[in-house]
């Protein structure tokens, strides 16, 4: 709530993004694998999923509802038409840029 005590107008789904570390074999700040710093990935997050496609092309998805800590990787059992919606509505996130080409 806003402080006059209008309610607030808020997105229904966040758009999360990781940069991994270069992979230059000459960077003095390349990661070994046992670092635990995961690779470039973009995701969503919902109230009842999360949904994340990795640089490398692999996929997750989390049913939040059923799953709230997001341990079972449901991405295989998708239809199709849902893993094209979410990967539509990811692309278009992330090349949005202002509030009026983000709005949806």
């Given at each position: 709530m806003l402080h006059d005590g209008r309610?607030?107008?808020?997105?229904?789904?966040?758009?999360?993004?990781?940069h991994g570390p270069g992979a230059a074999a000459d960077d003095p700040?390349?990661?070994t694998a046992a670092s635990g710093n995961p690779p470039t990935y973009a995701a969503l997050r919902a109230a009842d999923f999360t949904y994340v496609e990795y640089a490398g092309g692999a996929r997750e998805y989390y049913d939040r509802s059923t799953d709230p800590d997001e341990l079972a990787n449901t991405a295989a059992q998708l239809p199709a038409d849902r893993v094209a919606h979410l990967h539509d509505t990811l692309t278009k996130l992330?090349?949005?840029?202002?509030?009026?080409?983000?709005d949806g």
């Open positions: 309610v607030a107008d808020w997105r229904e789904t966040g758009l999360i993004e990781h700040d390349k990661q992330r090349a949005c840029e202002g509030a009026e080409a983000c």
